[in-house]
């Protein structure tokens, strides 16, 4: 594989939030069902301040979110790239500012 991609080393890893941050977006049609509700629900998404439940809803400002309401993403790392592989199922990360030989 390294060979493949011309680097040095190929490292798989399991975790991605090792080397990725979770980033949550609201969709913009939330509104029509929270309300004024909604602006304390983008800054707490822009905080950080959500968590992911195990059945794939969010909680966030004291609300349930279900997965209509928004979209989740890895964002890599600062330092690192990244591109997503086979429609989402995986990610490949690199090191920025490294050039091929």
């Keep these: 594989m390294a060979e ?7 490292q798989f890893e399991s975790n991605a939030l090792s080397l990725a941050d979770r980033q949550l977006k609201i969709n913009a049609k939330i509104g029509q069902r929270i309300g004024g509700k909604v602006k304390v ?24 979110l279900q997965p209509s309401d928004f979209t989740l993403r890895l964002v890599a790392k600062d330092g690192l790239d990244s591109a997503t592989v086979d429609s989402g199922a995986g990610m490949v990360f690199w090191i920025r500012g490294l050039t091929r030989r």
Excluded: P, Q, Y
């Design 4 to 10: 493949e991609a011309n680097v040095k080393n190929v």
């Design 41 to 64: 629900v983008l800054a707490a998404a822009k905080s950080g301040e959500w968590a992911l439940r195990s059945d794939g809803d969010i909680e966030i400002a004291g609300m349930v």
